[in-house]
């Protein structure tokens, strides 16, 4: 099938380094690309069309959710636009089919504020101003672990406060930072491993003197949220992941009333409707509002 379609394949795998697609990602979209090319016996991806897409996504539908329906589409939406952008192809069949519908109220999953602080004390060991400096930046500073993964030591504007961020799409963001977590990156950047390669300009480096790799970061923040769960039984049963820090970041900053155009330049979304989801209302929110009401005694049964 590789052989088949060699080309196409090819011009995909540039066409997603060229737009910045995380390592993840790019495995992820060339595996459902392959699986939809099986579909096709053969036959040249320039004559596929609608029923052709919506023929693999409904062969799908067995083992898969909305969501992964709508990550599959995506995946052959963007193989079509990178045969179009090398002109391989003349049209986006997978445009013409629709996403589905997900729940699109759910509320992000995320720390209290006391419970995030609790987290930093289960950082120990070795490491300890390294694997903090990790928590803080995706915590306290909302960055995507790919976005961690990414930190070279140019970036750190020690002098400035801030940091630059890579994140997707490829679009750089400058983030200031607390005073503390400058602090704390100081000491990394100072006590930092000497890289193996001489032109490595990771910031934060393995014990072996490589870049830590983003399964490595999301393997450290596993360690303090088990630690962190054991201690406190009442985020038992909670899924946390490094992206729950990123939730609770920008939980924290629209509880603190900062304006919410803000909060999607920190995170870096595209659209302020994707910064809305957080936009949610917490239990004590509505206890507080509820208390504000006044029942006449006359409504009081007798």
Known sequence: MEEIYATPLEAFTIWMKQSGYTNATKKEYLREVLDYLHTLNERPVQEAGKLQVVGFLVSKQGTAGDKTRNRTLSAIRSFYAALIDFELATRNPAL????SKTEKNKIPVYLEENDLEKA???IEGRYRDRNLSLFLLMGYCGLRVGEVHRINLPH?????????????????????????LVQCLSKVEKERIKPNS???EAFFVSQKGRRLSIRQIQKIATQ???ELK???PHLMDMKLSCHKLRHSFATMLLNNNVDIRVVK????????ETTMIY??????????????IIVPQVAIPK
């Open 96 to 99: 013409e089919v629709k996403k």
């Open 120 to 122: 930093l004390s289960y």
């Open 156 to 180: 750190f504007k020690k002098a400035k406060g801030t940091l630059e961020v890579l994140g997707k799409g490829r679009k750089w963001n400058e983030i200031p930072l607390p005073e503390l």
């Open 198 to 200: 001489q032109r490595e």
């Open 224 to 226: 303090i949220f088990d």
């Open 230 to 232: 054991k201690n406190n």
């Open 265 to 272: 330049e920190l995170l870096g979304h595209a659209s302020i």
């Open 279 to 292: 936009t949610h209302i917490n239990d004590e929110q509505k206890r507080n509002a509820m208390t504000t």
